[in-house]
């Protein structure tokens, strides 16, 4: 399963970052993918992105001014219609509809940066620590997801009525590493712009990608706005992990493997399950499955008896 | 394992039920607001700010 995920990761990324020509001339696509978002993190100013980021859509299109005059007279329905063309309705929608349906799915399967922390989390180093750090961290996403890209775009504004994107500004290391560090290598003009901005998001991704060799996905864990978008849906996506109480053997493999830290056994359905899948896949008796129409239902079968085999390793 | 009574095994069907049926309300919600967004030219907002460097968002501006 795990290389199986990888390999979709793989084209995930080839896919949505697949311009070419923008890593050849420092330009970025312009062409009619750029009106929808990917389901993903990925910095639309990335030489290769071919869509929009949902999370940078958000804020720009908040940033940007909503069409509301609360100034001027309205009828209810011109003040709804005013309201509703200020905010990233679209962008919302999309993320909802595939929320609905497969939960947290396109950061354990699709998203090139939880891929990159994948990648980097392999590297071996003296000590790791299993799953994804202190709980508490991972509430910080919920007030990223608030503050940064809902809040602050909207009220943090100039005189013109114009604000920022400030996550995308102030955090989003992916942006950082797929389009800060390759644009000013591919447009010389660029490097002389680079300053205190640039160092602050350099050192946050060097410290991100120490961490990444530490703890699992402690991006997706800790920061990422859209997993804290995508998290409540799992409880209620129509495909979601069930587990079978009835066929587990307690041997705590599904934890050992869990990048966000949860015990799949009490927690299957959990905000912060990015459905990897990787738990499902190391149980030896299948007590944990993905369920939903098209799929083997969940089926009450006879405890499970036999003695698991021994932990595999989990990445290391 | 301690059985569950009849009240909490109707609740925890009920509960069942209701969150099989949830994500239709949800993916409906989602399909309603993605239509509104597309009527009221939001992917138009979006391929305008998405075809040029944002140089903020990147760290260089």
Redesign the interface.
Known sequence: MSERRTVVQALSTLLTNGYVKGFVTGN???G?L????VPTLN???CPGAL???PV??VQ??LA?GGGFDPTAPHTIWTKL?GI??GA??????????????VGRASCGWLCPFGWFQDLVHRIPVPFTKRGGGARGLHYLKYLILVGMVVLMPLFLVDSFGFS??YF??LV?PA??L???LL??ILQPD?RG??GK??A???SLLVLLIGLMTVFRRPFCNWLCPLGAWFGP?N????YRLEFDKNKCVQCGLCMKVCPSGLDPVRECDSSDCVRCLDCGHICPKQAIAVRGPGLPSATTSRPADAVPPSAPGTGH | MRPMSDRTAFRESRRGAL?NH???A??A??????????A?G??????E?????????????
């Not at chain 1, 750029?34 to 978002?37: A, P, R």
């Not at chain 1, 990233?88 to 349906?101: D, E, Y």
């Not at chain 2, 700010?49 to 501006?61: D, F, P, S």
């Open positions: 970025i696509y312009t009619p750029k009106h929808v978002c910095c639309y100013s869509c929009a980021c940078g859509a720009v299109v940007g219609a509703l063309s990233p309705v679209f962008v919302i929608g999309f993320l909802t509809l595939l929320a609905a349906f920022e994107p995308c500004k989003c942006g950082t797929e389009g800060g644009l000013p660029l712009m680079l901005l640039f602050w998001k350099v849906f409880r209620i996506s129509l | 969150r949830a994500w239709l949800v993916a919600t989602g399909a309603v607001l993605l239509a509104l967004g597309i009221l939001e992917p138009a907002k979006i391929f700010k998405a075809t040029a460097i944002c140089l903020q968002c990147i760290g260089i501006g």
